[in-house]
């Protein structure tokens, strides 16, 4: 892998059983950057993104990250090694109170760490520090997704992975959730972004790789692509 690259994925394939659902994905993701990776339902994103995270197995090709192969680590050496990845759904703790929650994301830390974080978190999101001691499950959708990303952010990520943020959320707080993404990216965060929504994720991302049916058929700077007249008729229904 490129040693300059946050991340680096070669020749990657992984399946279920016998079925090959990736066959032989490269992508690359810079350090700082925000990188989007769109396509249609089923292309394989979440499976992309389940061997980076360490919860798939990979039957060819390999992950490093700043040149070290992780293709074979387990996922909780690859979370102590700075990935983090907020799946699909959120999946806050609705019962438990929102800052119990984002102590949650920050338990491979130091307690001492704890405190600059969630106030570093509450900066961001004031919305949760009025809330704190409230069930996460008082919570909206858009702010359950704020949440979830706070959690996150707890662990000090080096690499954030998410997975269909905006899902089943309405636009209104989509365009919000699409903001804090960026927010996370202006703070130094590297971030791999799946989504559906490619014209709102095409529109933020630096880079992205447009996946059909587990293969990367597109890709190139965000901009670059959102213009791309392939891309408009395929992906953006326009
Ligand atoms: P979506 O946006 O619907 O999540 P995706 O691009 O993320 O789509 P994947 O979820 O990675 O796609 O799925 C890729 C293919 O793998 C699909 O054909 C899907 O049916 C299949 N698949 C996903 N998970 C499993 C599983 N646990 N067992 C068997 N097949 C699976």
Redesign the pocket.
Known sequence: GNPEAMLSVVGLSS???R?E?LHGVSMQIMPGQLVALV????????????CISGVQPVSRGSISMHGEPITFDEAKNRVRAGICQVP?GRHVFKPMSIEDNLRLGGYLRPAAEIRTSLEEVYALFPVLRERHDQPAGVLSGGQQQMLALGRALMGKPKLLLL??PSMGLAPLVVAEIFRNIRLLRDAGITILL?E?NARAALAIADYAYV?ET?NVALEGKGADLLRDDQVRRAYLGM
Do not use: H, P, W
């Open positions: 399946g279920y059983g079925i659902v396509g249609a339902n089923g292309a394989g994103k979440t499976t992309l993104l389940r699909e997975d269909e799946v559906q996946l587990g």
